[in-house]
């Protein structure tokens, strides 16, 4: 039965070469690659330590080889979109919070105005009324919910960059 001379040919060595390092003759390595004879002791010692450390090797130069230009340009994209998305909500909690301070404004206006009620005009009070009804319908609570949601997704993003950076600087 003849043995798989594999480990050689990973090793990238000729025949002679191997016996060379194993220090045995080249014959001797034959034979015990066609399986009719064992290699001394000391021989597979030195042929076991040449393949673990191969096995080593190869396992280093192929996490490097993992990294790749493609990986990287993925990750960049990522980082793009993130950047967008982060500024979709900034945008986004602004516009809220602008809203929601009008409404808060107005509110308080209206209150006020209406409690001065000598110096208002009988058409300006239901038009301030109709106002007060619509901003009592807008409710704030909503909005700090809203602006609550916006900000988690905001921190998440901001995670999820921090993360991506890592990952691109650990890959140069």
């Known amino acids: ?45 030195k042929l076991a330590t040449i393949l673990t450390y191969s096995q080593k090797k190869t396992v280093k130069t192929d996490a490097k080889k993992s990294i790749s230009v493609e990986e990287q340009n993925f990750i960049k994209k990522l980082l793009n979109r993130n950047c967008h998305k982060q500024l ?35 058409s300006e009070v239901d038009v301030l009324k109709s106002i007060e009804v619509k901003s009592k319908n807008q409710d704030i609570q909503n909005y700090d919910t809203l602006l609550l949601q916006l900000e988690i997704k905001k921190k998440v993003l901001v995670f999820e960059e921090k993360l991506l950076q890592k990952k691109l600087q650990s890959k140069n």
Do not use: W
């Open 88 to 122: 979709l909500v900034e945008r986004k909690i602004k516009a809220l919070q602008k809203k929601k301070n009008a409404i808060v404004t107005s509110k308080k206006l209206i209150s006020n105005l209406l409690k001065d009620k000598i110096n208002i005009k009988k």
């Open 1 to 45: 039965m003849k043995r798989n001379n594999n480990f050689r040919t990973t090793l990238g060595l000729k025949q002679q070469e191997l016996a060379q390092l194993l220090q045995v003759s080249r014959s001797q390595l034959s034979l015990y690659e066609l399986g009719r004879r064992s290699l001394p002791l000391a021989a597979m010692e």
